[in-house]
């Protein structure tokens, strides 16, 4: 599906669904062309009406590009990424691709998917005229700025999980299930795969000031390069969280070995001087020294003391 916006030299910006508008504009207008959910026949309708190259369209066929920035003959065509999370799990994350054709005098837009960030820079574009008029690149910029800000987000809802199961091995100082956290840490791997290109990509970006770029739209993208390296930063420091939450379950588990192993042997220590009373009591032997009923009821009163006595002293050491 094929949107359009025409920015003439006057007046508003005209939104249209028609797809006798995609190609280049008149001289003196800019345009914004953007193609959702493509197909053969829509990007054959590309390569005829602004002349894209072959390589680049068949990218946009496939949507499984890294980050890129290839410069053409009369245009940039750049691929950048951004996230979304599942609602009701963070750690499904999906991963949109925009593919962006780049003159000066238009843009071109590709995504094989709705994407809210896109959507949201679309309607302001339709709404204002300041958008466009500020130049393609300014249109390309919004457009990209709002996904890398999506991305926090995201982000901080991976963050959040983490420290919540830090916070519960902690307090509980017991093991609980890393499950859920080894999960998150997936998902950081795959966004930190991710992003890197996307940095790469903004940094050719932002020192670039020839047409169709600008000073105005260098200044603005290095804030955006600083938006990509927080999100670096803080995936990294959320690995790191999970490191050391990994660390104190293992620590937590240790801990709970050793207690359970100082009970066992508490226990071991208790019985081990029953089974010799018990033993010798029991030889199967006549006529023994100490054969009577009086020697019968010390014993009885042994086995019986004993470990009364020694789960006494080992409560008043702290080992039970």
Not at 113 to 116: G, K, Q, S
Not at 223 to 236: F, G, I, K, P, W
């Given at each position: 599906m094929f949107k359009v916006i025409d920015l003439a030299p006057e007046g508003k910006p005209l939104a249209s669904e028609d797809s006798t508008m995609v190609g280049p504009p008149e001289i003196g207008h800019l345009r914004w062309v953007e193609l959702i959910e493509t197909d053969q026949t829509a990007l054959d309708l590309l390569r005829e009406r602004f002349g894209f190259h072959p390589l680049a369209l068949e990218d946009c066929a496939t949507f499984e590009m890294r980050s890129k920035f290839d410069e053409y003959w009369d245009h940039l065509f750049i691929v950048l990424h951004t996230f979304?999370?599942?609602p009701s799990d963070p750690t499904e994350i999906q991963i949109h691709e925009v593919h962006s054709f780049l003159s000066p005098h238009y843009l071109v837009t590709v995504h094989d998917?709705?994407?809210?960030a896109a959507d949201t820079a679309w309607r302001k574009a339709a709404e204002s005229r300041e958008v466009l008029e500020f130049g393609t690149s300014w249109a390309f910029y919004r457009t990209v700025d709002y996904m890398i800000d999506a991305t926090f987000p995201v982000i901080e809802q991976l963050v959040d999980r983490v420290e919540k199961i830090e916070d519960r091995v902690l307090t509980s100082g017991a093991p609980?299930?890393?499950?859920?956290?080894?999960?998150?840490?997936?998902?950081?791997?795959?966004?930190?795969?991710?992003?890197?290109?996307?940095?790469d990509v903004i940094a050719m970006v932002q020192r670039r000031t020839e047409p169709p770029f600008s000073e105005?739209?260098?200044?603005?993208?290095?804030?955006?390069?600083?938006?990509?390296?927080?999100?670096?930063?803080?995936?990294?420091?959320?690995?790191?969280l999970i490191s050391n939450t990994i660390q104190a379950n293992e620590t937590a588990q240790g801990n709970r070995t050793n207690a359970i192993m100082t009970k066992l042997t508490v226990f071991s220590a208790i019985f081990l001087p029953l089974g010799f009373v018990t033993g010798f009591w029991g030889q199967n032997f006549h006529d023994l020294p100490i054969a009577s009923t009086g020697w019968f009821y010390v014993m009885l009163g042994v086995t019986v003391g004993l470990p009364v006595g020694l789960l006494t002293w080992f409560k008043s050491k702290g080992w039970l």
């Open positions: 979304t999370a599942s998917n709705p994407l809210p609980v299930d890393l499950g859920p956290l080894f999960s998150i840490r997936s998902t950081l791997v795959t966004m930190r795969r991710v992003m890197r290109p996307v940095r105005r739209t260098s200044r603005y993208f290095r804030d955006v390069q600083d938006h990509v390296l927080r999100c670096l930063e803080t995936m990294d420091e959320a690995d790191g």
